[in-house]
């Protein structure tokens, strides 16, 4: 099994993922589709023992590591590329699954990322949120924050990250990267967390805030003065706000709370789907924590509803709700409205209607506006 040929068909196909797994040909994922190298025999077991020696390149520690855990997460080369890896077992075999990590780090432009969430980057201290479900573009997004500052501020930035996948030279900033977990930087992440207190950065960069360990090292580094950027595998905003209080017992939460509605300046959470070329496009959902928001974050009994609704009305200050990214996408003729619902429960389809009838107005005025300008 050629691993060297497969990866870089993978990268002649600019495909997202390879799929080596016993027993069917190497799959390769192309803007969401999974599709079979054809050209290539079944995957036996002894080659997903040559795969697996393939990406472990002989290090005895993370070997140790994977059949003591039956799971690894590594990175690796390959030509100019960089790649995130990750080994599980089934039925007694690795399966490998390995992300292409594109070199060219795209713009805000290029990604769709909201300019309020650029803007943000200039807080000298705080915590933003950058949250999404599993192949949303969560790493992309913070790897983008973390080139805009570099390209536009004198900071030193410190990133904690399970595997490293963009590579930052120093420009403005001075850039410290760490790996996390076996045969990397440092163990844990808390563990990083912790250490920055001492490392004086300006900025801490967590790839992932797993636990209430690493959120409550984030919350202290950001008290301490420092702006702290992170990622959480949630689907919303207000899940995001819902899961940093629900790692907390009870009796601790109000304390939490107070804590968060002082802090958080920002989240994003985002979604990538199938526009109607058969490209990914970015859906954002953007919170800005104001003085109203930090009040509803406050509130005993806070409900997911209410922060919901404090988004959709609060595009005075930033805020960006995820029916106005689907209803403008639609209006702009990107995306289909079967796609736009597809990502909305039942009870919003309504108001997606509503708004999307309020663009499509308010567009029309506008054209309007210009043709008569135009004429005069």
């Known amino acids: 099994m050629d691993v060297n040929s497969i990866l870089a068909e993978a990268k002649k196909l600019d495909a997202s993922d390879v799929h080596f797994i016993p027993g069917i040909k190497p799959i390769t994922r192309v803007n969401r589709d999974l599709i079979e190298l054809e050209q290539y025999s079944e995957i036996s077991k002894d080659d997903i023992m040559e795969i697996y020696d393939y990406f472990l390149q002989g290090n005895v520690d993370k070997d140790e590591y994977y059949r003591k855990n039956k799971v690894l997460d590594i990175s690796a080369e390959f030509q100019d590329i960089r790649l995130r890896v990750n080994i599980s077992c089934s039925e007694g075999l690795p399966v490998i699954i390995t992300r292409l990590i594109k070199n060219e780090l795209p713009t805000y432009e290029e990604l769709g990322v909201p300019d309020i969430v650029r803007r943000m980057t200039n807080q000298e201290q ?17 790897n983008a924050l973390i080139n805009f500052i570099n ?47 001492r490392e004086d950065c300006d900025i801490l960069v967590i790839g992932e805030i797993r636990d209430k360990e690493t959120m409550e090292a984030a919350i202290e580094t950001a008290e301490s003065g420092h702006l702290v950027i992170g990622t959480l595998h949630t689907k919303s905003c207000a899940e995001a706000i819902d899961r940093i209080i629900n790692f907390y017992d009870i009796s601790d939460q109000p304390q939490v709370r107070f804590l968060i509605s002082s802090l958080l300046k920002l989240v994003i959470s985002q979604r990538l789907i199938k526009n109607k070329i058969g490209t990914l496009t970015l859906v954002p959902e953007v919170l800005v924590v104001d003085n109203v928001v930090s009040g509803i974050l406050r509130k005993d009994k806070l409900t997911k509803s209410e922060v919901e609704d404090a988004i959709q009305s609060g595009s005075n200050n930033g805020s960006i709700g995820l029916i106005n990214s689907l209803a ?4 702009d003729d990107i995306i289909t409205l079967d796609q736009a619902k597809a990502q909305l429960e039942e009870k919003n389809i309504e108001v997606l209607n509503r708004t999307i009838m309020q663009m499509k107005l308010k567009k029309e005025t506008e054209d309007s506006q210009k043709a008569t300008g135009a004429n005069a």
Request: hydrophobic share 30%.
């Open 126 to 142: 705080g915590l933003i949120l950058v949250t999404g479900k599993t192949n949303s573009g969560k790493t992309t997004t913070l």
């Open 151 to 197: 390209d536009n501020y004198n900071k030193k930035i410190l990133t904690l990250e399970s595997p490293i996948e963009y590579k930052h030279k120093c420009k403005k900033s001075i850039i410290v990267q760490k790996e996390v977990g076996v045969g990397g930087d440092i163990l844990k992440y808390s563990m990083g967390t912790k250490n920055s207190l």
């Open 328 to 331: 403008k996408l639609f209006t």
